[in-house]
């Protein structure tokens, strides 16, 4: 399995352990979403109350903590890193099954969220290394297939659960795969030379602030971050109120809720996400070689998408066709990560994709995972009745569609780098 003489098939075992490490992320992060309704009537807790618990509680740690993680990714051993992070992440979701009250539930959701501001940063920055840029975007097409896979199992498998053992197991189990997975992790995948599937960079010696200059000097950088950020406010606020919206609106219960959620974030959303990374690549290949203004713009395409099939989901009352948008709203939900983010890696280097990563990350989830889900609690606490979760759904899709301009404008940025010759990240050695 680790031999040289199957490097080709070894990179995609890497892939398999990592995309199964993310997806260990994506339950750990989701199952909030589901037991909103239980929480909220054994805590007498406020809709305002349960977005800060799904919400900030987890944000606002995972930004201060993206930071620093980014910095230690372009330094330091990587696979030790990932293995410390998801052993810690997994463990502050099981004790989340503990809790007495809000205050140490919001502790445990802050766990989670620090040990989680290494995951993604740290998988993204050695995939990149096994990947080139003639893969890149479906690698981590594939790998965002964990966001779906973790939404599907935390929904599908968390509905029974909670139904059945009540909303602590659901958390306990939710943290057990991670822990299993962690050592087999460690014993199993190599970190690889830093930068070894694109063309030599130095940076030198650069402290934190020099290299946050560096980065943000790249050309549509600062464009996709803010687009990811508005993105995740809508898509994430979605997923985590989906569940409560269609008890709310719909009269369904828990775990048939949490089927439907599973089904269009899961499913359908990996189906999406693979599909979307496949393509960029084929698209890009016919076209001569990776394009990352042609790919940002073709990211852009998505969160529009995403944004109109959500309002349409929460707008209409016939419950066939909520169910049906709520069906397309999942599919395209996780689409734009492959081609977005193999701009960002790509523009941003091998030497500062780390930090590039973290710093989306540190915006996503300070700004759009803590807004998206605080929002829609408080417009729905502002609202009130059956439908006061629609409106907060409805309300956070318009940052979908501000994601997708702000996409649109990267990729004019880069468009525009290129024809003035400005450099915006080395290519894979291949392309040279």
């Not at 190599?190 to 602030?209: S, Y």
């Given at each position: 399995m680790t031999t040289s003489a199957s490097p080709n098939a070894y990179r995609w075992y890497v892939l398999a352990v990592l995309t199964v490490a993310q997806t260990c992320h994506g339950i750990d992060r989701a199952v909030i979403g589901l037991v909103l309704k239980p929480l909220g009537a054994e805590f007498s807790l406020s809709g305002e109350q349960l977005g800060l618990l799904a919400g900030v509680a987890y944000g606002i740690p995972f930004a201060l903590a993206a930071i620093p993680f980014g910095y230690a990714v372009d330094r330091v051993n990587?696979?030790?890193?990932?293995?410390?992070?998801?052993?810690?992440?997994?463990?502050?979701?099981?004790?989340?099954?503990?809790?007495?009250?809000?205050?140490?539930?919001?502790?445990?959701?802050?766990?989670?969220?620090?040990?989680?501001?290494?995951?993604?940063?740290?998988?993204?920055s050695l995939l990149s290394d096994y990947f080139g840029t003639d893969k890149r975007s479906t690698a981590i097409g594939i790998w965002y297939l964990s966001s779906g896979i973790g939404f599907a199992i935390a929904f599908f498998v968390g509905g029974w659960i909670v139904q059945?053992?009540?909303?602590?197991?659901?958390?306990?189990?939710?943290?057990?795969?991670?822990?299993?997975?962690?050592?087999?992790?460690?014993?199993?995948?190599?970190?690889?030379?830093?930068?070894?599937?694109?063309?030599?960079?130095?940076?030198?010696?650069?402290?934190?602030?020099?290299?946050?200059?560096?980065?943000?000097?790249?050309?549509?950088?600062?464009?996709?971050?803010?687009?990811?950020?508005?993105?995740?406010t809508g898509i994430y606020g979605m997923s985590i109120w989906l569940a409560t919206f269609?008890?709310?609106?719909?009269?369904?219960?828990?775990?048939?809720?949490?089927?439907?959620?599973?089904?269009?974030?899961?499913?359908?959303?990996?189906?999406g996400g693979l599909i979307a990374g496949w393509g960029t690549d084929r698209i890009n290949a016919r076209r001569g070689g990776f394009d990352p203004a042609h790919t940002a713009l073709l990211g852009s395409v998505i969160p529009l998408l995403t944004a109109i099939s959500g309002l349409l989901a929460v707008g209409v009352d016939n419950t066939s066709m909520a169910v049906a948008f709520v069906m397309a709203a999942g599919l395209f939900s996780a689409s734009y990560n492959g081609p977005v983010y193999a701009v960002i890696v790509t523009v941003a280097g091998p030497q500062l994709r780390g930090l590039a990563v973290s710093f989306v990350q540190m915006s996503a989830n300070l700004i759009g995972v803590g807004l998206g889900a605080w929002l829609i609690g408080k417009v729905s606490d502002v609202v009130g009745g059956k439908d006061g979760v629609a409106w907060g759904i409805g309300a956070a899709m318009l940052f979908c569609i501000a994601g997708g301009l702000l996409l649109m404008m990267a990729s004019r940025q880069i468009r525009i780098s290129d024809q003035q010759g400005v450099e915006h990240g080395p290519a894979s050695p291949s392309a040279i």
């Open positions: 990587r696979k030790n890193l990932m293995t410390f992070a998801l052993t810690a992440w997994s463990a502050a979701t099981a004790l989340c099954g503990m809790a007495v009250g809000f205050w140490s539930l919001l502790a445990g959701r802050a766990g989670v969220g620090i040990a989680e501001a290494g995951g993604s940063p740290t998988g993204m059945e053992y009540g909303w602590r197991w659901a958390f306990i189990a939710a943290g057990i795969p991670g822990l299993i997975l962690a050592p087999i992790l460690f014993a199993t995948v190599r970190e690889p030379v830093r930068g070894q599937q694109d063309a030599p960079q130095a940076l030198g010696e650069a402290g934190l602030r020099e290299r946050l200059g560096q980065l943000f000097a790249r050309p549509g950088i600062a464009y996709a971050i803010a687009a990811i950020t508005c993105i995740a269609l008890i709310d609106s719909h009269a369904f219960s828990i775990s048939r809720s949490g089927l439907i959620v599973a089904i269009a974030y899961g499913i359908l959303g990996s189906l």
